[in-house]
């Protein structure tokens, strides 16, 4: 989901292609963006604030706060970004260990392996596909005997599904392990009411392209801690010392995110309850319409917390639903509608096979079966029945 989420219309096709393929293409989570955020970035590009500081940024991180129900928010040039700069509040240093999900966006890893700190990995939980808190809490009480903590602990929230942050927190908490809250599918889903992204020593947010809400490309960092605050600020605008001439005492970034952009991202934000809707409402019609299939499992609800349904996914047994789920994404492909596979474990990418896993078959199995369907908020009622007629006249040829 690097890939840009969407891109130019399709040129029409000549007369001779196949009547299938007329169809307008849908792809998986394309931006939603209308007069409003238009209306947004053109106000500030007149009002010449073309720059990474201004009236719309100093706006945008306010909302955004307000929202994840934080102190601070720190806009930056995307959710990677942010992990790093959370990673560096945190304090992993080269050579530190840092507990992941295997089952995530390459993102979350790879910012770890910026700083020259290593990912330890750990299974999910079937119950809400996000980071297994057992296995987190054996990890740490193992590695709390041997004296080999790790620096950080990063949690993500998958689909835009909390983790479970009760007996995460507290055993993080039990040994003194800084949280960093993954939220950049999150944005808008709650934990025992309370938001995504305010969890732990900082949350990380994302717009790109692809997700709930976009600026084309951004992130933001989130947090109740007034220090992380001001280090990210001054980390992600080169480290800039405040006097007049240029000097740096520390290594910085240029992570800061534009002014334009953060105008789109204020537009955005006022139609975010409307979009988490459309999300939601497109989950519902999925389930009820292909929740009957045998061998189909939505990705489950845990009781715990609201998701925003950024993406709807399930599993497809292929024993029990007759094909196997890169047939049904060869299908949809086959109607010109665009579906994923769920995200590739890290502990199964060749980048990361040295890395230690604890345990794997859960996120492994998930990676094997799991069916990402277009979820856009501006999917039609035409497109999702489009969509179910494909998936289910698969189903029905049995491979
Ligand atoms: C999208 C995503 C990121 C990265 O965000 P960018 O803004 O694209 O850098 C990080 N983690 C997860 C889980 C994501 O889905």
């Not at 280090?231 to 800061?256: D, F, K, M, S």
């Amino acid at each position: 989901m690097t890939e840009p989420a969407t891109s130019k219309p399709a040129t029409s096709k000549p007369a001779t292609s196949k009547p299938a393929r007329t169809e307008p293409r849908i792809y998986l989570s394309p931006p939603d963006v209308t007069d409003v955020e238009r209306k947004l970035l053109l106000e500030a590009f007149d009002s010449n604030w073309v720059a990474p500081v201004g009236p719309d940024l100093d706006a945008f991180e306010e909302k955004c706060a307000e929202l994840t129900g934080v102190r601070h928010a720190v806009a930056l040039s995307s959710g990677t970004a942010a992990l790093h700069l959370a990673l560096i509040a945190a304090g992993v240093r080269r050579g530190d260990t840092v507990l992941v999900p295997s089952f995530t966006f390459a993102a979350t890893a790879n910012a770890v392996m910026y700083l020259g700190a290593r990912p330890v990995f750990l299974d999910s939980t079937p119950e809400s596909w996000n980071i297994d808190p057992q296995i987190l809490a054996d990890e740490l009480r193992g590695r709390a005997v041997r004296g080999q903590l790790p620096r950080a602990v990063i949690t993500v929230d998958m689909y835009g599904q909390c983790a479970d942050y009760d007996p995460i927190q507290d055993a993080c908490d039990r040994y003194g392990v800084p949280l960093i809250e993954d939220a950049a599918e999150a944005l808008g889903a709650t934990y025992r009411g309370r938001a995504a992204g305010s969890f732990g020593l900082a949350g990380v947010l994302s717009f790109n392209g692809n997700k709930i809400a976009t600026t084309g490309g951004g992130g933001m960092l989130v947090t109740d801690d007034g220090s992380v605050a001001k280090q990210t600020r001054h980390l992600a605008t080169q480290a800039r010392e405040a006097v007049a001439h240029y000097e740096h005492r520390t290594v910085g970034y240029n992570y800061r995110l534009s002014n334009l952009l953060a105008a789109v991202g204020r537009g955005q934000l006022q139609r975010l309850p409307q979009m988490i809707e459309a999300r939601r409402a497109t989950f519902e019609h999925y389930r009820a319409a292909l929740g009957d299939l045998p061998g189909v499992t939505f990705q489950p609800g845990a009781a715990y917390g609201v998701p925003n349904r950024w993406l709807t996914c399930l599993l497809i047994d292929p024993e029990k639903f007759g094909t196997d789920r890169d047939r049904v994404i060869a299908a949809l492909a086959g109607i010109n509608v665009e579906a994923r596979p769920t995200w590739k474990p890290m502990h199964l990418q060749p980048a990361y096979q040295d890395c230690v896993m604890r345990g794997g078959s859960v996120s492994a199995g998930l990676f094997e079966r799991g069916l990402c369907l277009p979820s856009g908020s501006a999917l039609t009622p035409h497109d999702r029945n489009r969509i179910v007629a494909s998936v289910r006249r698969a189903a029905e040829k049995k491979g």
